[in-house]
């Protein structure tokens, strides 16, 4: 993920907790390249795909059932050296539940097992730039973080649509709705168990925002 803020390059981790890495290539890479790992806290873990948007701000998905930010602007400790053990940036990270039940017994939680978040720096879809937005696989679907609040994006046929990544594209700026959208593919695994049953194949959908539901 190239940085639109100051040209650092970041990624994601797998595992438990997981991490996201700054590298920052220096005037000589890689012989100038500087790496800083940042480990999300409590309550959150399990990073996944991620994505920056203008502000340098990364969104990722995690295991915990939130969409989790880092803005490392927050940081108020040494960001490299000995004491930037990867978890010393605590107050950089916000986390925003995803929509859905939980497990019992372990306080406010989602189920929501998000694989990818993507920034839509552009507008592609129309809910604004810089909106980030997550696969939602146990809600058919597609989430975003509008202005504080989930907004579920749903496949409503057929049912059982698994999304491991989706893009933003405008066709036609000056078509209004129409020139633009997300671009998602259902997942390769296993996808008989969508409806459709045995022989069902991928599929790619195309989500589209109007303005009002009659609009034209």
């Not at 996201?20 to 990073?47: C, M, Q, S, W």
Request: charged letters at 20%; glycine letters at 16%.
């Amino acid at each position: 993920m190239p940085s639109p803020a100051d040209g650092s390059i970041w990624g994601s981790t797998f595992g438990y907790p997981g991490a996201i890495v700054r590298l920052d290539p220096g005037p000589n890479p890689p012989h100038t390249a500087l790496a800083e790992i940042y480990y999300p806290p409590k309550p959150g873990f399990g990073v996944r795909g991620a994505d920056i948007d203008k502000k340098g701000v990364v969104w990722v998905s995690l295991g915990s059932g939130h969409l989790g930010s880092f803005d490392r602007r927050k940081c108020k400790g040494p960001l490299n050296g000995p004491k930037a053990t990867g978890d010393h940036c605590p107050e950089g990270w916000s986390f925003y539940q995803y929509p859905g039940p939980g497990f019992k017994g372990i306080g406010e939680n989602s189920a929501e097992s998000s694989y990818y978040s993507w920034v839509d720096q552009h507008n592609t879809f129309g809910l604004g730039e810089d909106v980030p937005m997550s696969t939602a696989n146990l809600h058919n679907g597609l989430v975003a973080l509008k202005d504080g609040k989930m907004v579920l994006l749903t496949v409503p046929y057929p049912m059982g649509f698994y999304a491991k990544g989706f893009d933003g594209r405008i066709d036609d700026p000056k078509a209004g709705w129409k020139g633009r959208g997300l671009w998602s593919s259902s997942g390769d695994r296993a996808p008989w168990l969508k409806e459709g049953g045995k022989g069902s194949r991928p599929i790619a959908v195309h989500f589209q925002l109007r303005p009002d539901p009659l609009a034209k």
